[in-house]
C-alpha cells in the first residue's frame, strides 16, 4: 500500500501560477507510474495529468495541456503539478494518486491509492 500526502494548494489570481508536490511512503516509489486528478464542487472527479514510473512519459488532459507539467523526484519519493495560466474554471480539490502499472494510464479505477486532496482556488 502507498501512503500520500499532497501540498501546495492555495488561493491565486488567473494567470497565476502554483506548484503541487506529493509525497509517498510505502511501497517502492520508483516502480509505479503516479498521476493527479480534480474534483470541483458538484462535478466529478476527473483526471488532469499521469506520469510512468521512470518520468520518461506523461499524459495530459487536453483541458491543461500546455498550462501543467506533471514530473517526479524518484529519489525524494515525490511528484509534482506545475501549473501555469491558471484559469478561475481550475479551482478544485487536486488529489494524487498511484497506480500498480508502470506506464502511464489515465483511468480512475486505475489508481488504487489516493492522498487527501489540495485545494486549489483561482480567484478571477
Known amino acids: 500500500q502507498v501512503q500520500l500526502v499532497e501540498s501546495g494548494g492555495g488561493l491565486v489570481q488567473a494567470g497565476g501560477s502554483l506548484r503541487l508536490s506529493c509525497a509517498a511512503s510505502g511501497r517502492t516509489f520508483s516502480t509505479y507510474a503516479m498521476g493527479w486528478f480534480r474534483q470541483a464542487p458538484g462535478k466529478e472527479r476527473e483526471f488532469v495529468a499521469a506520469i510512468s514510473w521512470s518520468g520518461g512519459s506523461t499524459y495530459y488532459a487536453e483541458s491543461v495541456k500546455g498550462r501543467s507539467t506533471i514530473s517526479r523526484d524518484n529519489a525524494k519519493n515525490t511528484v509534482y503539478l506545475q501549473m501555469n495560466s491558471l484559469k478561475p474554471e481550475d479551482t478544485a480539490v487536486y488529489y494524487c494518486?498511484?497506480?500498480?502499472?508502470?506506464?502511464?494510464?489515465?483511468?480512475?479505477?486505475?489508481?488504487?491509492?489516493w492522498g487527501q486532496g489540495t485545494q486549489v482556488t483561482v480567484s478571477s
Open positions: 494518486a498511484a497506480t500498480k502499472f508502470r506506464t502511464v494510464v489515465a483511468g480512475i479505477a486505475d489508481f488504487g491509492s
